[in-house]
């Protein structure tokens, strides 16, 4: 169930009888055909449990799950329908994941296939105590949300969004500010540049960043604000 970009605000997704997504609750623009919007409460693909662990991790944004109506007017087969998503005026980026695993803070989610399993992800098996550390710092948390599988993601940045290849050989170093989220085989570890400059404040102001390494993308925005 690819996403369709209207503009770099909006993005379209189609429905068909038998599929469904989920979204962050106000996030349905527009749409076309019989849909159904209804509050989730067990969090997505990954179930009760899931949902349970996101609320303690204060990963719980809002969902509404997202389907064709079935039966209509009788019949047993419903026409596709398509429903348009948008946030706040953020800039969206999709991601298509191939059984891939995306790492993204709840808060920027707009919307994304139901098949995907979500979980969440204790910053600290990313990075160790430098991981939460950074939690801290970006004012994430100590937890992170989790899609995995095959499907697309629309995720919400300020500013528009651009994408980073991570390979051994060139790791990528990133503001946490302005990081939205990244994919693949990646280990993550906050680094400081603190000298004498930074102490007497002299200093570039860039005293933490987010050093990403191993295989996979970064999705970076152009903006230090969170959502």
Known sequence: MPFTALNSRMVEARIVPGQRLFSQRGAMLAYRGEVTFTPNIQGGQGGLGSMIGRRIAGEATP?????????????????????????????????????????????????????????????????????????????????????QGHGSVAVMAHGGV?????????????????????????????????????????????????ELSGRGTVYVQASEEKL
């Open 162 to 210: 651009i994408e980073l290849p991570i390979t051994p050989e060139r790791p990528v170093h990133v503001d946490p500010q302005a990081y939205v989220a990244h994919r693949g085989d990646v280990r993550n570890r906050l680094s400081t540049a603190i000298g004498w400059r930074e102490m007497i404040g002299r200093g570039s102001g860039e005293a933490f960043q987010l």
């Open 63 to 147: 969902l509404m799950t997202v389907e064709v109506a079935q039966g209509l007017h009788g019949r047993g087969d419903t026409p596709t329908a398509t429903v348009m998503f948008g946030y706040g005026g953020h800039h969206v980026q999709v991601v298509d994941l191939t059984g891939d695993t995306l790492y993204v803070e709840a808060d920027r989610l707009l919307a994304f296939d139901g098949s995907l399993s979500q979980g969440t992800m204790f910053m600290g098996a990313q990075g160790g105590v430098m991981g939460m550390v950074r939690g801290q710092v970006t004012g994430q948390g100590l937890f992170t949300t989790t899609l």
